[in-house]
């Protein structure tokens, strides 16, 4: 596996790649790499030929009061991992490399509609950092795909939305959700919570599955849904931030003749803000 950190060094394997007709297959992270990392990396090998991921803490993505400068790093770990499971490229750049001069000059991205409200109204600018950063990985690699996890439901369809609104030659690909033997979703932030606290985290997607039987039990009472999920989380010791049932392609609320679901969900258990979803096929 090779590992660079600088652009030039990136483009240089990229075109060497391309003049070789091989095809390329991308995964952005943010490090402290976990299985359901691992699964995208799985997913985008049997795409294309070659397998690049990203390695890079966007702090444009983290708001005043969030977690950037204590997020888990743990780069030697995640190489090791990589290269076990046949990545071609890892690329690691700095914050300079990202963003030469500052994030306030930077240009910048903004998917609008489907960025607004559930993680977007509680992250302000969360998804114009999210956007940025890809679109900035996306003109480095120039990958024909790119693998994201379905757990961060609204921001795999806010890049399908701006790859679609500019034009982008890429196919996104959601990779289905990695779960703990409990049904908690995997997820870096994970390793914030005590043993206890995991226990009682595995509360959050028992909720959604029992709000997402009621849906496929014929019950349109999406408001009393809604509110009954939000107080079993409140029983279980969570602190609901938002629990919505919407139409799955554009994550507006549901209808009588929505068809297709998502239901979104996050909450605080101590500091630690838990997200996941279900999709509902009816």
């Known amino acids: 596996m090779q590992s660079v950190s ?17 095809s390329i297959a991308f995964v952005p992270t943010m490090g402290n790499l976990h299985q359901g990392h691992f699964s995208l990396v799985e997913k985008a090998k049997t795409l294309a030929d070659k397998v690049v991921v990203s390695i890079f803490v966007n702090p444009m993505q983290f708001g005043a009061n969030e977690d950037l400068d204590s997020y888990p790093r743990t780069l030697d770990a995640d190489k090791q991992g990589l290269a076990e499971i046949g990545t071609a490229l890892v690329f690691t750049p700095t914050v300079d490399v990202m963003y030469p ?37 996306f003109n480095m690699v120039l990958p024909d795909f790119a693998c994201f ?22 196919e996104i690909i959601g990779v289905q959700t990695q779960r703990e033997v409990s049904g908690l979703a995997m997820s870096s932030r994970n ?27 014929g019950n349109k009472a999406f408001d009393a849904i809604e509110q009954e999920a939000k107080q079993a989380l409140e029983q279980a010791g969570l602190k609901p931030d938002y629990f919505a049932i919407a139409e799955k392609d554009n994550l507006k609320p549901a209808t009588l003749e929505t068809k297709e679901f998502v239901i979104l969900a996050a909450a605080f258990l101590g500091k630690v803000r838990l997200i996941d979803n279900l999709q509902v096929s009816l």
């Open 6 to 22: 600088e652009i030039k060094s990136l483009r240089s394997q990229i075109k060497a790649w391309r003049q070789q007709g091989l």
């Open 101 to 137: 001069n500052g994030l306030d000059a930077q240009s910048y991205v903004d998917v609008p509609d489907i960025s607004m409200g559930y993680c977007g109204g509680a992250r302000p600018g969360h998804f114009k950092g999210v956007a940025t950063v890809v679109t900035k990985l």
């Open 149 to 170: 996890g379905e757990k961060d439901f609204q921001q795999l369809q806010v890049i399908r939305a701006m790859v679609r609104d500019l034009s982008m030659p890429i």
């Open 191 to 217: 390793g914030y919570l005590s043993e206890q606290e995991k226990d009682t985290a595995k509360v959050l997607y028992q909720t959604l599955l029992n709000a997402g039987q009621s849906l496929e039990q």
